[in-house]
C-alpha cells in the first residue's frame, strides 16, 4: 500500500467514520429542566425545558408508552403538568425539524402513593379544552366540575389550553361498569380534534392491563361518549 492510500486510509478511519456515527447535526436540542433525576414525591409534577432549533410548534413527550403534544413557545420553552405511578421512571421529549428529531430524556425514581386505575386522555390541537368524564358504578360522574369523587376518584389535572393530559386516577376502584366520555368545552370555532383515551390498570406491575380508544370531537360542545368497561371484585377487567 502506497503511502497516499494509507493516509486516505487513516484519514477515513479517524474523520469520516466518527462523524457517521456521532448523532445527526442540525436535529433539535432538547434540554429538560424540571424533574431532574433523583426522587419525586407527589404524583402530579411539571416537565419543563427548551428547546433549541425546532421546527414546529410543538414537541413530543412520551411516558410508559403513552406519547402527547406539548407545546413549544417563541422562545423555545415547553411545560406540562403529568400524572406519575410508583417506582422507576423514564420520560422522553421528542422535537422534529428538518434535518431530524432531537430527544432529551430525564430519569427518577416516583416515591408515590400507588394506584389501581388511571384514565389519560390527550388530543392534538392546540388552545382547546377536551374535558375528561368518568362515570363509576355508583353514578357519579367526576369532571372538571366534581373533580373527587365520594367513591375515591379524583381528576388530577385538567387541562384547559390544548394536548392534555387530562388525567383521572383512583386508588380502589369499585367494581362493576365504568364508563368515559369526552366534552369538547372550547370557546368558539374550534378544529376538528383527534383525541386519544388511555385506561390503565395497576400501571407499572405485572398485573398491568390496559385498554385505548381513539375518536374524534367535530364542534364544541360535542359530548362523545368513549366507552364502557367492567371491573371484577379484584380490580381486573372483565
Known sequence: MTKQMLSLALFLFMVVLPLSLSPQAGVPQVIIDTPYGGFVH????????????????????VYNGIAQRVAIAQNGNFSTKLVVSYGDTLIEVRARNRNGV??????FFASVPKISMKVV????????????????PDGEKVFY???????????????????????????SPQAGTWQIQVQNFSPGNVPITTMRVDLILFEGTDREERRTWNITSYHAG???NVGSFVLDGAGRLM
Open 42 to 61: 407527589t404524583p402530579v409534577i411539571t416537565v419543563s425545558g427548551r428547546v433549541l432549533g425546532a421546527g414546529e410548534d410543538f414537541a413530543t413527550l
Open 102 to 107: 432531537g430527544v432529551g430524556r430525564t430519569s
Open 145 to 171: 366540575g366534581n373533580r373527587t369523587g365520594k367513591a375515591g376518584g379524583q381528576l388530577d389535572i385538567d387541562i384547559t389550553d390544548g394536548y392534555g393530559p387530562e388525567t383521572f386516577t383512583h386508588a
Open 222 to 224: 360535542d359530548v362523545v
Open 121 to 136: 386522555l390527550v388530543w392534538d390541537s392546540n388552545r382547546t379544552d377536551m374535558d375528561l368524564l368518568v362515570t363509576g
